[in-house]
């Protein structure tokens, strides 16, 4: 078989096609000593010391510093670097953040275009910079509509999708960099804070039109991507459930969120695109309501979660002909199991999901700072050993 570009190799897998190689992913990779091993500088390193050095500055005042801070585009800034790195480790898809723009500053950091507050940290064990969500900014309703809105033209977003179209043609095909927005549920509950959010969300009207602002600027941002050219994948980040099951009820995300999800799939799918969606925790009660509205691809079916019926090869028998799936290497086994334990688990995601198409591999979530240097590797080498197709494992 004629080798394939990462874009060609994504499209088929999403296809239920057998592509010329199982393809790979992560939706981060924030470890210190993968980025050493192969030669790649952590593209945070350092950024928390140098904000904190910035803002010690001694400014006239804090519109002054937010303005300064507010020009700068990180996520284009720092795409080569994580494209040189996934490039290097041989993975296909990148993912390219086009929201959650940082929209007020202080001293810790930042709360982002949605309402989030992150801060600067350091990582104890390597003293490894990442940026950590702290809490909500908005408390209630009023405070909701006071907000800052969503600008779908913020130039930013552009500015990132041109760089990421660059560093493709740069690659030459060897990367498909994948456009990463942010849907409606994760985004409001966090910018609520848990407590504030369960309280909104008895008030029916109140909650429904906050849903639908995220959905209506989620919307609009799948269709700048179509016009400025995209036409490969698209992935969204909304996460669902923790590991005991959904955040909130089956109906409330039917009445709320699903309607949305859809008109999100049917906008990506008129434009020619493929969408991935990252939900973590356990959504085994509404998986059926994600395939009908039109997902193509979910990620990472999340393996510690407490349900045993949400198991990736149980879910495999029974969508696995309706959905592909792109995970589920555990974070916790990477971290604290042995090298054979990652190999033979990788072996049977290989052998069980991959034939026919239908598998992209990854780990259980992102390649934190606690994983292994060697159970990293370790998946890495049985994807090369076993993902070429036709599959053939005994």
């Known amino acids: 078989m004629e080798k394939m570009t990462a874009r060609e190799r994504i499209i088929k897998a999403i296809s239920h096609e057998e592509p010329d190689f199982v393809p790979s992913f992560e939706a981060s990779i924030d470890n210190l000593a993968v980025c050493k091993h192969f030669k790649v500088k952590y593209g945070l390193l350092g950024a928390g010391q140098s904000y904190k050095t910035v803002y010690d500055m001694k400014f006239e005042n804090s519109k002054q510093f937010n303005k300064l801070?507010?020009?700068?585009?990180?996520?284009?800034?720092?795409?080569?670097?994580?494209?040189?790195?996934?490039?290097?480790?041989?993975?296909?898809?990148v993912p390219s953040p086009i929201a959650l723009f940082p929209k007020l500053f202080n001293k810790d950091g930042f709360v982002d275009e949605y309402g989030r507050i992150n801060h600067f940290k350091l990582n104890p064990a390597d003293k490894m910079d990442i940026v950590y969500y702290m809490g909500g900014a908005i408390k209630d309703f009023?405070?909701?509509?006071?907000?800052?809105?969503?600008?779908?033209?913020?130039?930013?977003?552009e500015e990132i999708q041109k760089e990421a179209k660059r560093l493709e043609e740069k690659f030459a095909g060897k990367v498909h960099i994948a456009p990463m927005i942010f849907g409606m549920m994760e985004m409001t509950w966090e910018a609520f804070g848990l407590e504030n959010f369960s309280r909104l969300l008895a008030q029916r009207e109140n909650i429904k039109k906050v849903f639908d602002n995220r959905g209506k600027f989620t919307i609009e941002l799948v269709k700048r991507l179509i016009e400025w050219g995209e036409n490969g994948v698209i992935i969204m980040c909304d996460d669902y459930g923790y590991k005991g099951g959904p955040f909130m009820s089956p109906q409330n995300y039917r009445n709320y969120v699903f309607p949305w999800l859809k008109r999100i799939c049917d906008t990506a799918h008129k434009g020619g695109l493929k969408f991935i969606l990252h939900s973590c925790g356990d959504i085994e009660k509404v998986f059926e309501d994600i395939i009908k509205c039109g997902v193509d691809a979910v990620h990472p079916i999340e393996p510690t979660t407490a349900n045993p019926e949400y198991d990736i090869f149980k879910l495999n028998e029974k969508y696995g002909d309706k959905i592909t799936f792109v995970g589920n290497v555990s974070p916790q086994d990477l971290a604290d199991k042995d090298p054979e334990t990652i190999r033979n688990y990788t072996k049977k995601l290989l052998k069980e999901i991959a034939p026919r198409g239908g598998l992209i591999l990854s780990s259980g979530h992102s390649i934190n700072p606690a994983i292994k240097l060697e159970n990293f590797l370790a998946m890495r080498d049985m994807l090369d050993k076993y993902g070429r197709y036709p599959i053939h494992i005994i």
């Open 69 to 93: 801070m507010g020009e700068i585009n990180a996520f284009k800034m720092g795409l080569p670097n994580v494209v040189k790195l996934y490039r290097r480790i041989g993975i296909d898809l």
């Open 142 to 157: 009023e405070d909701f509509e006071n907000f800052p809105p969503l600008d779908p033209d913020d130039p930013r977003r």
